[in-house]
């Protein structure tokens, strides 16, 4: 019997931490939004709005973190250390320069950024969402090194240390969130703070773990030297994932921004939904980053059944895991929203904006954003690249208009919308796979 590149322990050991890791993310998100719940639904309006904005440009920095994720992982896998170690450095220090050009251009426009997005929002929600966008702003080049820190340490299948890491930086964002908010009454600033402070400290410390010489592949001592065939490599993945990533949350940022145009009561219900709405996608999120650790050094080592092998086991775990988290989410929701203690009107909206997407998620979600992954660690990234920005555009973004604007459905009709976008996605990306598409950028 052929031997498997990946034991079941080796699976074990690489998915559980990332769940628990994504799942500490993202219970800390919803703790943010309970915190700042507890000022007015002004200052959760006004950082759900900024989060929108926060998360598109991390996505495109974090899209960087992917390619040399693809591409160390491709090292690995062909059994070439040397290139894999040399690649560790090229990765940081061509992020951290990209990230810190960004910083400055958002610190220095921030206001007028608000401002391209969401339009006339009401006075109080720009103040809170001006004064939280500029200090989380400070913390993108930290999360640049924590993203390709965390990335690399995927690569090598161990996913633990992110989880420890991450475990205290959430831990630190958490206890700072409620000093900043409970007891100095910061309002906006008393979330973005203890954001910044820990995605720094997080950072710092994944850089040291990986200096150590006894990983797989380390941060080595030479002095960096730009190796253009590396860079290069990294960024024919990661500049169509950043333009990918990019439009898929200019485009959740646009459809926010239609959102806004609605009022202050569906602005809350949105960011209340989203946030919950997370919570089922905890293992996908998962999946998809142990996507691009196993497919990729099953395209390293150059092994085609393999590859698809482990396609499917992945997928399958993730639509069963999928099914039975969103199905308890459903079925708890009444609680849940109780725990926000935001207004009558509000909280059932809410209901029905977690009730679409946590419904719909069951079906559509792994096909149309973890099958993918698997498509981006075979370097077939433009792909998916054109039916991310088409799909956007023409059902995320434009039906999003005419149902929920034109038509008068609001926010249900936006979201809505994006269950097209789904559908549209996950076609393409199953057709692409059974029909073997992804091999045209392959040398197997």
């Known amino acids: 019997m052929e031997k498997r590149l990946f034991s079941k322990q080796d699976l074990r050991r690489l998915i ?15 703790a943010d939004t309970m915190m700042i719940s507890s000022v007015g639904e002004a200052a959760v309006s006004g950082v759900s709005l900024v989060d929108m904005v926060n998360n598109w440009i991390i996505s495109i920095l974090a899209a960087l973190a992917t390619g040399g994720a693809v591409v160390v992982s491709q090292f690995i896998g062909a059994g070439q ?52 966008l500029l200090i989380t702003a400070l913390s993108f080049p930290f999360l640049s090194i924590y ?4 990335a690399l ?16 930086m959430n831990l630190i964002n958490v206890a700072g969130n409620a000093i900043c908010i409970y007891g100095f009454k910061m309002e906006a ?3 973005a703070i203890p954001s910044l402070v820990s995605r720094g400290v997080a950072a710092l410390m994944l850089y040291h773990l990986l200096c150590n010489p006894e990983n797989m592949i380390y941060v080595t001592k030479e002095r960096f030297r730009p190796d253009f065939g590396i860079i290069k490599r990294i960024l024919y993945i990661g500049i169509p994932s950043g333009i990918e990533n990019g439009i898929f949350q200019l485009g959740r940022v646009l459809v926010v921004s239609i959102i806004a145009g609605f ?13 919950l709405d997370a ?6 999120g998962a999946m998809g ?8 050094q099953c395209v390293g080592a150059g092994d085609l059944k393999q590859l698809k092998y482990y396609t499917v086991r992945l997928m399958a775990f993730t639509y069963a895991a999928t099914a039975v988290t969103n199905g308890i989410i459903l079925a708890t929701l009444p609680w849940t929203l109780q725990i926000y203690g935001l207004g009558q009107e509000t909280t059932e909206l809410a209901y029905k904006l977690v009730m679409i997407h946590n419904g719909m998620s069951i079906f559509l979600w792994p096909a149309a954003f973890v099958l993918p992954n698997m498509l981006r660690a075979c370097n077939d990234v433009r792909f998916t690249m054109v039916v991310s920005i088409f799909s956007m555009f023409t059902f995320r973004i434009a039906l999003s208009y005419v149902i929920g604007v034109h038509m008068g459905y609001g926010a249900l009709g936006v979201w809505n919308a994006m269950v097209l976008d789904w559908i549209f996605r996950t076609l393409c990306f199953v057709i692409r796979y059974m029909t073997g598409g992804y091999r045209k950028t392959l040398n197997i």
């Open 16 to 30: 559980v931490p990332l769940i628990l890791e994504q799942t500490l993310a993202i219970t800390v998100g919803m």
């Open 81 to 132: 250390k040397e290139k894999a170690c040399k690649s560790v450095k090229q990765l940081i220090v061509t992020s951290g320069v990209i990230t810190l050009a960004v910083t400055a251009l958002v610190m220095i426009f921030h206001r007028p950024l608000i401002k391209l997005f969401f339009g006339a929002i009401e006075q109080d929600v720009f103040a809170h969402a001006s004064v939280y």
């Open 147 to 150: 993203n390709s820190c965390a």
């Open 153 to 168: 340490f995927r690569s090598m299948g161990n996913s633990k240390i992110t989880l420890k890491v991450s475990a205290l």
């Open 189 to 191: 600033a008393g979330v």
């Open 263 to 275: 009022g202050t009561v569906q602005i809350a219900a949105n960011g209340v939904a989203n946030s």
């Open 279 to 284: 919570m089922g996608c905890i293992i996908g």
């Open 289 to 296: 980053l142990a996507m691009i650790t196993v497919v990729g």
